[in-house]
């Protein structure tokens, strides 16, 4: 199973950027998916998750209203899209598949409930 993430960089404070993360050698319709996030000198975090059909998502306090999660179980992507992005935001992130298929949960907010993650890709916000 790997996981392709891509689409990090350096943006000004109220910038945006689109963060796709293709996943391959798995079933990818059949597992919920999320993102997190690891800050210079920080625990890993989470930022957002959604179910396997994209029907039911949801974040962490920080980014709830400026980024949003979707995916597109066609071409095995999922997508964050973040805007208004503030020099808190500035961590690699990470996708990231969660170990057990068909579940999902609001709850599911911690790295151990996914077993396969990307490589990660930084993004940096200057004010």
């Known amino acids: 199973v790997q996981l392709q993430a891509s689409g990090g960089g350096l943006v000004q404070a109220g910038g945006s950027l689109r963060l796709p993360c293709v996943v391959s050698?798995?079933?990818?319709?059949?597992?919920?998916m999320a993102w997190f996030r690891q800050g210079p000198g920080k625990e890993r975090e989470f930022v957002a998750t959604?179910?396997?059909?994209?029907?039911?998502?949801w974040y962490a306090d920080p980014v709830k209203g400026r980024f949003t999660i979707s995916r597109n179980n066609s071409n095995n992507t999922v997508i964050l899209q973040m805007n208004s992005l503030k020099p808190e935001d500035t961590a690699v992130y990470y996708c990231?598949?969660?170990?057990?298929?068909?579940?999902?949960?609001?709850?599911?907010?911690?790295?151990?409930?996914?077993?396969?993650w990307g490589q990660g890709t930084q993004v940096t916000v200057s004010s």
């Open positions: 990231a598949c969660a170990a057990e298929r068909f579940r999902w949960a609001a709850t599911m907010n911690s790295p151990d409930e996914y077993d396969k």
């Open positions: 050698g798995r079933t990818f319709s059949y597992f919920a």
């Open positions: 959604i179910s396997q059909r994209g029907g039911s998502t």
